[in-house]
């Protein structure tokens, strides 16, 4: 059995993520407007990575007899600006999950919650790859600046990123 704190914070992180899934849908419908189909692709596959983060959790609640609490979904923006400034948000927001993983991860350990600090584990594990890969994807965007024929071959190779089996 699981304790309210600590269920009611999973539930809050698991909306967490399908806000995360909403923001990621939203940049990559604006990376394809602005015909950047790639980078659009590249959003659209970290939305799907999203919502399975969230279904983790909800599989992880209710394997010990939680509640899971679903709670609307904020709307995103719908501006974001050019492809850098798109990028830029997305680490922005990552380090902002990083954070509440962290938090999430020390109530596990306030609680002697052993079986949610070994599940957040993979979470602390995750949000290094995913600061790490959206990091290189702003380094070389800086790198080739938003004009020139760089940001489309950057492009093409955003295009390439495989869903995780
Ligand atoms: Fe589910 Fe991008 O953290």
């Known amino acids: 059995m699981i304790s309210p704190t600590m269920q009611n914070a999973l539930n809050t992180q698991i909306n967490l993520e399908q806000y995360s ?9 604006h990376c394809e407007t602005l015909s950047f189909k790639g980078f659009a692709h590249w959003l659209r596959v970290q939305a799907g990575e999203e919502t399975a983060h969230a279904v983790k959790l909800i599989d992880f609640l209710l394997d010990r007899k939680g509640k ?3 709670k609307p979904i904020a709307a ?3 501006e974001f600006g050019g492809v ?10 990552e380090m902002g999950i990083t954070q509440k993983i962290n938090a999430l991860f020390d109530l596990s350990r306030t609680e002697k919650d052993y079986a949610s600090e070994i599940t957040l584990q993979w979470y602390v594990s995750e949000q290094v790859e995913e600061e790490s890969n959206v990091g290189q994807v702003v380094d070389h965007l ?12 950057l492009d093409s190779r955003m295009a390439k990123r495989m869903a995780k089996a």
């Open 21 to 29: 899934a909403q923001l990621y849908l939203a940049m990559g419908a």
């Open 68 to 70: 899971l609490e679903l």
């Open 76 to 78: 995103p923006p719908q």
């Open 84 to 93: 850098i400034q798109v990028f830029e948000q997305t680490l922005a927001h």
């Open 142 to 153: 800086h790198a080739v600046g938003d004009q020139g024929g760089g940001i489309w071959y």
